[in-house]
């Protein structure tokens, strides 16, 4: 227990040293910042990382479900009336089954073992979600985790380049939601809170219709 607090403080210290860095560079996500920081005081304090993710792994598992879940306080402020229904069921199929198709077909062409090619199919859903398809799919866990942070980093750091001519902040929010997930909606809240509210239907109906028809999908190929 007393491991786990540490762990716990040594995270929360980052964030925070975090914060402040981030509003100076906001081009560089704050999980980013945090991790180099994590980093640090892990070698000041000589605590070999494994024991660090021993200590605090079960405990951010638990908290990742009460964040998905939080997602529900900015989707119940949003207005659903004026929202272009059939452009926005055309952009989430094409966003789920690309996201999917896109980066398993590239492992395929590298010749990366089969079950490690099911854990690149979990690229675009946010990690909770990841975790519990890549159980169904039976691929490594810890590449899900890698591969959906990795992508999230990655979307999130290019999107200012990348949005920088689009103006409409629904725009803009729904695709950091769709690309880069829960890193991505946290750089949209970053852009206004229309983005950001945004950016967290994107990603919430994303991750809940992959998870639907993707395990599926391969359970029936298989």
């Known amino acids: 227990m007393f491991s786990t607090l540490i762990g716990f403080m040594i995270t929360l210290f980052a964030y925070?040293?975090?914060?402040?860095?981030?509003?100076?560079?906001?081009?560089?996500?704050?999980?980013?910042?945090?991790?180099?920081f994590v980093v640090v005081l892990l070698l000041l304090f000589k605590i070999p990382y494994e024991q660090y993710q021993q200590d605090v792994n079960t405990l951010f598992n638990h908290l990742l479900g009460y964040v998905t879940v939080?997602?529900?306080i900015p989707l119940a402020t949003m207005r659903y009336d004026d929202l272009p229904l059939k452009a926005m069921l055309g952009i989430l199929l094409f966003a789920s089954f690309s996201a999917v198709a896109i980066p398993m077909s590239l492992a395929y062409?590298?010749?990366?073992?089969?079950?490690?090619?099911?854990?690149?199919?979990?690229?675009?859903?946010?990690?909770?979600?990841?975790?519990?398809?890549?159980?169904?799919?039976?691929?490594?866990?810890?590449?899900?985790?890698?591969?959906?942070?990795?992508?999230?980093?990655?979307?999130?750091?290019?999107?200012?380049?990348?949005?920088?001519?689009?103006?409409?902040?629904?725009?803009?929010?729904?695709?950091?939601?769709?690309?880069?997930?829960?890193?991505?909606?946290?750089?949209?809240?970053?852009?206004?809170?229309?983005?950001?509210?945004?950016a967290a239907f994107g990603m919430a109906v994303n991750a809940v219709f992959t998870a639907i028809w993707l395990p599926l999908f391969i359970h029936f190929l298989q």
């Open 70 to 72: 939080a997602l529900a």
């Open 16 to 36: 925070l040293c975090a914060k402040p860095i981030n509003k100076k560079l906001p081009q560089i996500p704050v999980i980013v910042i945090s991790m180099i």
């Open 109 to 198: 062409l590298l010749h990366i073992a089969q079950p490690d090619i099911m854990a690149y199919a979990t690229r675009a859903v946010t990690t909770p979600i990841a975790i519990n398809i890549a159980h169904l799919l039976n691929s490594p866990i810890s590449l899900t985790i890698l591969i959906v942070i990795l992508s999230g980093l990655i979307g999130a750091a290019f999107s200012p380049f990348i949005l920088r001519n689009i103006n409409d902040e629904r725009a803009s929010g729904l695709a950091l939601g769709l690309a880069a997930h829960a890193i991505g909606t946290a750089q949209a809240w970053q852009r206004g809170s229309i983005a950001g509210r945004y």
